[in-house]
T-cell receptor
Framework: DAGVIQSPRHEVTEMGQEVTLRCKPI?????LFWYRQTMMRGLELLIY????????DSGMPEDRFSAKMPNASFSTLKIQPSEPRDSAVYFC???????????????FGDGTRLSIL | AQTVTQSQPEMSVQEAETVTLSCTYD???????LFWYKQPPSRQMILVIR??????QNATENRFSVNFQKAAKSFSLKISDSQLGDAAMYFC????????????FGTGTRLTIIP
């Protein structure tokens, strides 16, 4: 079975440019998560969707960040305009949420390493 | 707010020996999940083991086992017969059972395997 697929694997761009990260969750999963990993802050949740609806976006740093999930098989995380402090590894994960005492674990993609110059 | 603490930034173990990684957490919930994820240099996040808080029996997956102490809010990972491929960052993570699917991670422990 295909796991969570993220693209691109690496992205290097100039400050001020728009960056779009893409994610395809595991087929049949109903929850999708975007995490950011940095040396300073570790792994932190940015936003998650359930059945394509954003549920918790309290981790989104500021208005420059936006995330969408137009359908069950695709999500994007966009940064506009990008800044050097956005440099990090961005992970997408998906899971099957079945309710109380029945949730399945999150499976992660390989991440996108983003470098803003 | 829930917090997860890993007090050992680095650990090392001789190949074939046993090592235990520590994790403590803070929560007011009674139902939750705890996880150990492994991140090798390839930077994949790989689920190692999962524990449901309502289950008293400690989870086991082959050479990996946990010591879950609910009252003490402690969740340690034991790796038996350590292998070179076990070298990685290990992250402890917490998720409440119902209402919010967010994973809260610890800061990680870097495990080195000495041949």
């Amino acid at each position: 079975d295909a796991g969570v697929i993220q693209s691109p694997r690496h992205e290097v761009t100039e400050m001020g440019q728009e960056v779009t990260l893409r994610c395809k969750p595991i087929s049949g999963h109903n929850s999708l998560f975007w995490y950011r990993q940095t040396m300073m802050r570790g792994l932190e949740l940015l936003i998650y969707f359930n059945n394509n609806v954003p549920i918790d976006d309290s981790g989104m740093p500021e208005d420059r960040f936006s995330a969408k999930m137009p359908n069950a098989s695709f999500s994007t995380l966009k940064i506009q305009p990008s800044e050097p402090r956005d440099s990090a590894v961005y992970f997408c994960a998906s899971s099957l949420a079945l309710g109380r005492r029945a949730d399945q674990p999150q499976h992660f993609g390989d991440g996108t390493r983003l470098s803003i110059l | 707010a829930q917090t997860v603490t890993q007090s050992q930034p680095e650990m090392s173990v001789q190949e074939a020996e046993t090592v235990t990684l520590s994790c403590t957490y803070d929560t007011s919930e009674s139902d939750y999940y705890l996880f150990w994820y492994k991140q090798p240099p390839s930077r994949q996040m790989i689920l190692v083991i999962r524990q449901e808080a309502y289950k008293q029996q400690n989870a086991t997956e082959n050479r990996f086992s946990v010591n879950f102490q609910k009252a003490a809010k402690s969740f340690s990972l034991k790796i038996s017969d350590s292998q070179l491929g076990d070298a990685a960052m290990y992250f402890c993570a917490y998720k409440v059972d119902f209402g919010n699917e967010k994973l809260t991670f610890g800061t990680g422990t870097r495990l080195t395997i000495i041949p």
